[in-house]
């Protein structure tokens, strides 16, 4: 009677210190540097030899320098497999055309425990600005039209005094 009882005893209590929390082995990000209002691509290398892993949530906000807005996305991760690790994997779209950088972190749900892991940003490529066409800007009145205005009706003045 001893020997059952300790067993089951013995296994109830170790069993929380085996079962630890899943490892982020791999991170990928495609492309490295996205542009803005682009798809990019996430991979997560999950190492999970002691644990059930229910859910993989990929949570990014985007961000403009340090402000973040308040629409961040939260995405399930689709699961595949590949040998030796489980890879999840997300495709997102980016939705706003001003930010400048990416804030994102993992949350998993394993052995019906959620794990929330260190938030990380990756910065957005800014596109080049379009370069302005010299026709256009040649043809286009400026400043130089109002100090020749500004001239004439002064010549116009002076010269109607005179006669």
């Not at 957005?124 to 400043?143: M, R, Y």
Request: include cysteine; charged fraction near 20%.
């Amino acid at each position: 009677m001893f020997v059952p009882f300790s067993f089951t005893f013995f296994s109830i209590i170790l069993t929380p210190s085996y079962i630890a929390e899943p490892i982020v082995e791999e991170f990928y990000i495609y492309p490295s540097q996205p542009l803005p209002l682009s798809n990019v691509a996430f991979t997560a290398g999950i190492n999970n030899n002691s644990t059930n892993i229910d859910a993989v949530y990929l949570i990014l906000g985007e961000c403009m320098d340090d402000l973040c807005f308040i629409d961040s996305q939260n995405i399930s991760m689709n699961y595949t497999y590949s040998c030796c690790m489980d890879f999840y994997e997300a495709e997102v779209n980016l939705t706003h055309e001003d930010a400048t950088r990416v804030k994102y972190h993992l949350e998993i749900k394993s052995n019906g425990t959620w794990h929330e892991y260190e938030p990380d940003f990756i910065s957005l490529s800014i596109p080049a600005t379009k370069e302005a066409d010299d026709t256009l800007e040649k043809s286009t009145p400026g400043f130089e039209l109002v100090l020749i205005l500004i001239s004439i009706i002064f010549c116009l003045i002076l010269r109607k005094r005179n006669i």
